[in-house]
Every structure is written in structure tokens, then in C-alpha cells.
């Protein structure tokens, strides 16, 4: 392990360790204050959170981007705080912690004894909505997760998410998608963050008017086990109450080959989870490079949009 992966695990150890024994009134200060030199400091992070932010609100001025950044990495670091300290919160704090509109698509599905499939972008904190699943429902769930570098650290938030009631699998591909699809055919609940593709390999979307990747995970596991697949779209408002939507079935198209169904079924998602990004875009926790624009070697849009400005 390098210095720079042990300082990076001791950091997040420190961050469970300590943040979670804060009143949340202190948590929630420390938090601001985090992201705002975070934000005054123009780090990569955050210039990519402003390019980013440009393609969900088109026209912005550099003055608004930055104020979406800033109010961006409030809610970013909001997340953060949330998470290190959700282990230490009761099952009381974390069933009032989330209110959730059209919840009866979950719930309807769930009844129907075919498993559902939830499919979330990176907006506000889709850790606590799933304690929220595990507490408030009673529903246990299975998630993928990203490999991380060093492994401690991996290992970390695997045991702070199977502490929440979850059940977590490497991202790792096929092993992974077999799994999941078992769970689903015995009725159960998948849960996947599915707006960004780690595979390199994923579908072709349009989203805000230009081409990004999403993973075909989510359209695939419908298709092969008849599961139900619903978009969720979260966000925060003033209180310290979560917010989150369940928008309606993505069907699964009657005609087409595997790939023509599950293309147009992830653009389904892509549309709903723009919809929730575009109103709430300062919750958007999107600090990577996501268009296939950006993924371009020859071309750094923020160098272009600096050189236009």
C-alpha cells in the first residue's frame, strides 16, 4: 500500500470514527465549512462539478455555475457527513430521515413477488435512502459496489453498508450480474447507482443533448428475470429531512433484439434521472467526467468553456 492509500484510508477511518460521535448541528457545520474552502480552492473536483453542471443548465452564466458549484459541495459534503455518522443513528433518526413520493411503485412491485430493480443517479445520499429501505420498510436489498484502491478502504464501506442492512457485492461483472439476478427471481430487492458506466462497455444515452454511458445492468436484469424497473431520484430542501421520488415501471419494449430493448429502456432511466438532476442540479454529486465529450483525451472541455468565458 502507497502513503497516498493509507493516508486516504486514514483519513475515511478518521472520518467514521470521529464524525459520527458529533452533536449533528456541529456535523452539519463541519460540513459547510469543509465544502466551502473545498469550493474556494478550485480543486479539479470542483471544476468539474461547474463543467458538468454547464451541460444541465444551459445558458448559465459563470456566476450561476459557481453558485451551483458552492451550493454543489454543501450538498456533497451534507452527503458525507450523513454517512460517516448514519452507523450511530437510530432506527427512529433514520426512518423520519427520508420522505418518499409514489412509493407504491416500489411497493406494488415488491408485492407482486417478481423483484424490483431501484436505479439511482448520484444525487444527495443514496446511502441513507437505502437504510431507509432496510429500517423503514423492513426490505432487505443487494447492491453492487465499486472496487476501491487501497482495499482497507474497499473493506470499509462494504462493512458500513452491510452495517445498514445491505447486502454488497464487488463490482466485478458477470459473477456479480448472476447474483443478482438470483436475488430478483426469488423476489427480492437490487438497488444500483446506474448513471455513470465503470465498464467502459455500456449503453450510449442521450443526456441533456449529449452522448454519455450508462450501464446496461439495470435494463438487463429486467429483461432476463422479469423484475420491475424503477428510477429514483433524491434531494435535499432546508430541512434535515431527505426527499425522494419513485417514478414509474420502465417497460420493457415488446419487440426489438436484447440490445435495441435494453438501449432504449437505459434511455428511459438516463430521461427520468435527468429530470431530477435538471430540478435539483445542485444535489447532482457528479465530480467525474461523464460525457463522452469529456472522455476525449484531445479535448479538455474546461480549458474550452475557460477560453470562451
Wanted: proline share 6%.
Amino acid at each position: 500500500m502507497s502513503a497516498r492509500e493509507r493516508l486516504t484510508d486514514a483519513l475515511y477511518g478518521a472520518g467514521w470514527g470521529t464524525v459520527r460521535k458529533l452533536p449533528e448541528p456541529v456535523a452539519v457545520r463541519l460540513g459547510r465549512t469543509i465544502a466551502d474552502l473545498a469550493w474556494k480552492r478550485r480543486g479539479t473536483g470542483v471544476r468539474r462539478l461547474e463543467a458538468n453542471y454547464a451541460r444541465v443548465v444551459p445558458g448559465a452564466s459563470p456566476e450561476r455555475l459557481a453558485e451551483l458549484s458552492r451550493a454543489g459541495m454543501r450538498s456533497y459534503l451534507r452527503y458525507w457527513m450523513e454517512s460517516f455518522r448514519l452507523p450511530a443513528w437510530s432506527a427512529e433518526r433514520i426512518r423520519t430521515g427520508l420522505d418518499v413520493k409514489e412509493l407504491h411503485h416500489l411497493t406494488d412491485g415488491m408485492a407482486a413477488g417478481k423483484g424490483v430493480v431501484l436505479a439511482l443517479p448520484h444525487l444527495a445520499n443514496w446511502d441513507l435512502a437505502g437504510a431507509w429501505v432496510t429500517t423503514a420498510l423492513g426490505i432487505p436489498f443487494t447492491t453492487v459496489a465499486e472496487r476501491l484502491k487501497p482495499e482497507t478502504l474497499y473493506d470499509r464501506f462494504v462493512a458500513y453498508r452491510e452495517g445498514l442492512g445491505m447486502e454488497v457485492l464487488p463490482h466485478n461483472g458477470g459473477a456479480a450480474f448472476g447474483t443478482l439476478a438470483r436475488r430478483l427471481r426469488g423476489g427480492g430487492l437490487v438497488c444500483l447507482v446506474a448513471d455513470r458506466d465503470l465498464s467502459a462497455s455500456g449503453v450510449e444515452v442521450d443526456f441533456f443533448g449529449e452522448t454519455a454511458r450508462m450501464p446496461a445492468g439495470p435494463a438487463l436484469l429486467a429483461q432476463q428475470t422479469g423484475a420491475r424497473l424503477l428510477p429514483v431520484t433524491l434531494w435535499y430542501d432546508d430541512s434535515p429531512v431527505m426527499r425522494g421520488r419513485v417514478h414509474p415501471p420502465v417497460e420493457v419494449p415488446a419487440s426489438g433484439t436484447r440490445a435495441e430493448r435494453t438501449s432504449v429502456m437505459t434511455q428511459a432511466l438516463a430521461d427520468a434521472f435527468a429530470t431530477g438532476i435538471a430540478e435539483h442540479p445542485e444535489d447532482w454529486h457528479m465530480l467525474q467526467r461523464l460525457w463522452l465529450a469529456d472522455l476525449d483525451p484531445a479535448r479538455d472541455p474546461e480549458k474550452d468553456r475557460k477560453g470562451t468565458s
